[in-house]
């Protein structure tokens, strides 16, 4: 009998590593998540590693164990139709299909200090920026970074550039 071991352990680098649907954040021995680093925006560029990669193949194994559409949705905070479309892609061809899904796009214009000042603005207070509260919100994103950078982002793009540094929970949800 194999002995497991409970709870967050230790890594290498002595560090504690918090697994979650948007990857695995670094731990400090006090608990806290430090802040990204270079080395973590560094690493994004490993598809497999990709939050949306990961939360997709999560999603593909919970269908294929007999979970609800609507229950993967929720949990992973997907659209259904995501879900339908990732149970239509397992169906066809397993979980192989789906992490062979395109990421989409092309490379982004952000330079890699660009994307660590958008991590460390996120970290940070809405309100630090002239924003009546502490919310993050897409447009808020989205308008900092047209001011900032000069270039003007869709909706959802602003939404993959945050999920992508492991920071997509800061937005706020949409109330359409």
């Known amino acids: 009998m194999r002995n497991e071991v409970r709870g ?3 890594e290498a680098d002595g560090a504690f590593h918090e697994r979650s649907n948007s990857g695995v954040r670094r731990r400090d021995g006090d608990g806290r998540v430090p802040a990204i680093t270079t080395t973590d925006v560094q ?3 490993r598809t497999e590693k990709l939050p949306s990669v990961v939360r997709r193949m999560t999603a593909g194994q919970m269908l294929l164990d007999g979970a609800s559409v609507d229950a993967v949705a929720e949990r992973l905070h997907l659209s259904n139709q995501t879900v339908r479309r990732y149970q239509a892609t397992v169906k066809a ?3 192989a299909a789906l992490q062979k899904m395109s990421v989409g796009g092309r490379s982004s214009v952000l330079d890699q200090e660009a994307l660590e000042w958008i ?3 996120l970290q940070g207070s809405a309100r630090a ?3 009546e509260s502490d919310a993050w919100t897409n447009a808020r994103l989205r308008g900092l970074i047209e001011q900032r950078y000069g270039v003007r982002f869709s909706r959802v793009y602003i939404w993959q550039i945050a999920t992508k540094l492991g920071l997509g929970h800061l937005l706020s949800k949409s109330r359409r």
């Open 43 to 45: 690493m994004l560029s």
């Open 129 to 131: 920026h002239g924003f």
């Open 8 to 10: 967050p352990a230790p």
């Open 119 to 121: 991590a460390l603005t």
């Open 93 to 95: 061809g397993g979980l």
